[in-house]
């Protein structure tokens, strides 16, 4: 089994969720008391937000780059960013760290391709849902995307850095999503990605009639995947 180095706290309340998934997977794929080799580095994640807010890509970068080398000089032989955010900086933070980056929007594109679709919604931050590191992805899976009106995406990144991401999780949130993911679904959307890892905390499969595609999920098979291949 290969040891996994989770680059994590972005935010905490998702990283439970990494940790969760994939210990479980390793488990089910080995079965007894078998678990994963993990190696955490967990952020502050009020440092990673205070780079967002000045935009300051370079020092989260640095950041996630620091990260990863000391979890390689610790035995890791693979990083999972634990954000979809952070995936911004995943190809530059590969080629620094040396270590493959297991990519959250190609993991998520393999899936919604497995499902044969051709057009779906992408939630997430307002990184993830206005620049080009996730999309860019699905297009290169033969798959269009779209992303909520500006009113929307800001009302979505807005709850997740104050609700979701320090797990409050309240119904009226919870039904302006669903609105929000029906008006996708309304302009011809055929699946939705949760494209921020709080997101699943809120928005459950039985919630919508179309398929979701939960990336924390979704992820974290692709990281047990590396693990026993």
């Excluded at 640095?62 to 995936?87: D, P, R």
């Amino acid at each position: 089994m290969k040891t996994l180095g989770l680059i994590g706290g972005t935010s905490w309340v998702s990283t439970i969720d990494y940790y969760r998934f994939i210990n479980q997977g390793i488990n089910d794929k080995l079965g007894g008391v078998n678990a994963a080799q993990l190696l955490l580095h967990s952020f502050n994640y009020a440092d990673i937000a205070k780079n967002h807010a000045a935009n300051d890509w370079a020092k989260t970068t640095q950041m996630v780059i620091e990260a990863g080398i000391g979890l390689k000089n610790s035995g890791a032989e693979a990083i999972v960013l634990c954000a979809n955010t952070l995936h911004l900086v995943a190809e530059e933070a590969e080629a620094k760290i040396g270590l493959p980056v297991i990519h959250i929007a190609t993991a998520t594109a393999g899936v919604i391709k497995k499902h044969e679709l051709t057009k779906v919604g992408l939630l997430g931050t307002k990184f993830t849902m206005e620049n080009t590191f996730f999309t860019d992805k699905l297009t290169e899976a033969g798959i269009d995307s779209i992303t909520p009106n500006d009113t929307d995406r800001v009302f979505i990144h807005q709850t997740l850095m104050d609700e979701l991401g320090k797990g409050i999780l309240l119904p009226e949130t919870k039904d302006r999503y669903l609105q929000i993911i029906d008006s996708l679904v309304q302009r011809g959307a055929q699946g939705i990605i949760l494209g921020c890892t709080e997101i699943p905390l809120l928005i459950k499969p039985e919630d919508t009639d179309v398929i979701q595609f939960d990336t924390t999920q979704i992820h974290s098979v692709a990281a047990v995947e590396f693990a026993l291949g």
